[in-house]
T-cell receptor
Framework: DVKVTQSSRYLVKRTGEKVFLECVQD?????MFWYRQDPGLGLRLIYF???????EKGDIPEGYSVSREKKERFSLILESASTNQTSMYLC?????????????FGPGTRLTVL | LAKTTQPISMDSYEGQEVNITCSHN???????ITWYQQFPSQGPRFIIQ?????VTNEVASLFIPADRKSSTLSLPRVSLSDTAVYYC??????????????WGLGTSLAVNP
């Protein structure tokens, strides 16, 4: 089974702090994604990556950056956390060799910025 | 730009068939239609995917009319454990420079005893 793990289930940070959210997948997937999920807004794509060191902006990249130095790891960085970044963050991965859009999600990190 | 629209919520009873429709009027030629299920405190889980006509697996069926402007997820004989949020996704993540994934806002299905 594909396993996507996220570094924390719950995280509390202060405004202005730099925040790192880590995601690791163990199935050699090429594609990795970061989403945020808010009530009434569904899933919104922040960034995605189709290969090591590659990244592309999603729908709401402002205030975020990403890093993909190794194929299995995709990090989301909040350079200076703000209260409006309080949300559930979901990481996903998928294979270009599999069904298109069959993404495997991690359990999520609930981030609270005070 | 494609947009997906689905009902916010639905109610059903155990043993009934549930159909959730998603409209995607501006679907592109190379877009796939994918449905996910999400339980509280978990990430979404892939259920089924199709391009046209009908697809069936052990969990659900997916009906896509010829014009592909909508799709219907069909859950046969639901049980209490099918209570979840169901998301429709349209796009093709491997489509090239114009990759665009459009998620619906989710349909919260409540299955009652």
């Amino acid at each position: 089974d594909v396993k996507v793990t996220q570094s924390s289930r719950y995280l509390v940070k202060r405004t202005g702090e730099k925040v790192f959210l880590e995601c690791v997948q163990d199935m050699d997937h090429e594609n990795m994604f970061w989403y945020r999920q808010d009530p009434g807004l569904g899933l919104r794509l922040i960034y995605f990556s189709y290969d090591v060191k590659m990244k592309e902006k999603g729908d709401i990249p402002e205030g975020y950056s990403v890093s993909r130095e190794k194929k299995e790891r995709f990090s989301l960085i909040l350079e200076s956390a703000s209260t409006n970044q309080t949300s559930m963050y979901l990481c996903a991965s998928s294979s270009r060799r599999g069904s298109p859009n069959e993404q495997f999600f991690g359990p999520g990190t609930r981030l609270t910025v005070l | 730009l494609a947009k997906t629209t689905q009902p916010i919520s639905m109610d059903s009873y155990e043993g009934q068939e549930v159909n959730i429709t998603c409209s995607h009027n501006n679907i592109a030629t190379n877009d796939y239609i994918t449905w996910y299920q999400q339980f509280p405190s978990q990430g979404p889980r892939f259920i089924i995917q199709g391009y046209k006509t009908k697809v069936t697996n052990e969990v659900a069926s997916l009906f896509i009319p010829a014009d592909r402007k909508s799709s219907t997820l069909s859950l046969p004989r639901v049980s209490l454990s099918d209570t979840a949020v169901y998301y429709c996704l349209v796009g093709d993540e491997n489509a090239g420079n114009n990759r665009k994934l459009i998620w619906g806002l989710g349909t919260s299905l409540a299955v009652n005893p």
